[in-house]
């Protein structure tokens, strides 16, 4: 069984700061690509920011410049810095992970974490 959770969301205002953090845990070979998906009411999932096994990033052209992906392998744990925040930034964001354990590969999806800002 594999875990991904999710911490850091909350509330904010609008130029400001947060960071996300997801940790996996439980039977992992190895973790291929980890990102964060974002969904505000009413609307699609979307892809917010990707980051490979090798360090190689991708982002929403929305947020590009204002958030930061990252990893730290040795915790098997992926970030998400994001900063100057806007108000349509405000949704639950869901943290991914594709994680080989024993002969396949996966894709696992945290619990979410709410991230609200305000004017």
């Known amino acids: 069984q594999v875990q991904l959770v999710e911490s850091g969301g909350g509330l904010v205002q609008a130029g400001g700061s947060l960071r996300l953090s997801c940790a996996a845990s439980?039977?992992?070979?190895?973790?291929?690509?980890m990102g964060w998906y974002r969904q505000a009411p009413g609307k699609q999932r979307e892809l917010v920011a990707v980051?490979?096994?090798?360090?190689?990033?991708n982002y929403a052209d929305s947020v590009k410049g204002r958030f930061t992906i990252s990893r730290d392998n040795a915790k098997n744990t992926v970030y998400l810095q994001m900063n100057s925040l806007k108000r349509e930034d405000t949704a639950v964001y869901y943290c991914?992970?594709?994680?080989?354990?024993?002969?396949?590969?996966?894709?696992?999806w945290g619990q979410g974490t709410q991230v609200t800002v305000s004017s």
């Open positions: 991914n992970a594709n994680i080989n354990n024993y002969d396949s590969a996966s894709d696992y």
């Open positions: 439980g039977i992992i070979l190895r973790i291929n690509a």
């Open positions: 980051i490979t096994s090798g360090g190689n990033t």
